[in-house]
């Protein structure tokens, strides 16, 4: 008696222990796929490479879903290169001639990135190096 007992409660005790570790039960994994919008939730798949995307996937792509993965990251790149920024050229051009593009920049970025700072800084050494700055990264805060 003594000894089934025991076997019964190490047996309640790897079926615990094997339910704590796969809880659902199932030994099997979804594939995952491109078009799965939970998979793409979260990912710059525009900057992630193949290799990348398979080991999170956790699945091969096939020859025809490796060319619908490499379209979707050209879309993706020049879409997010014609969408630049939010505010007109013009605007733009005038606030850098008079020094406040940097302001422009903070509003875009969210006063998070490098570039509003450092024309700030540009300004204020001297006009003429916060104006190049601001015209070099004239692409990225414009629309047009």
Not at 14 to 39: C, E, W, Y
Not at 55 to 75: D, H, V, W
Not at 117 to 142: A, C, D, Q, R
């Amino acid at each position: 008696m003594k000894k089934l007992t025991l076997l019964s409660i190490l047996f309640l005790f790897a079926v615990n222990f094997s339910m704590a570790i796969n809880p659902s039960g199932m030994t099997h994994h979804r594939k995952l796929s491109i078009q799965d919008p939970q998979v793409l939730q979260g990912m710059n798949i525009a900057t992630m490479s193949l290799k990348e995307f398979q080991k999170i996937t956790g699945k091969k792509l096939s020859f025809k879903e490796k060319i619908k993965y490499r379209l979707a990251q050209k879309a993706m790149k020049i879409k997010s290169k014609k969408s630049g920024g939010q505010f007109p050229t013009v605007l733009y051009v005038v606030l850098s001639i008079l020094p406040f593009a940097w302001i422009l920049m903070g509003v875009q970025d969210d006063w998070q990135g490098n570039n509003w700072w450092v024309n700030l800084i540009l300004y204020i050494i001297m006009w003429l190096p916060g104006f190049i700055h601001s015209m070099v990264k004239m692409k990225e805060y414009t629309n047009d």
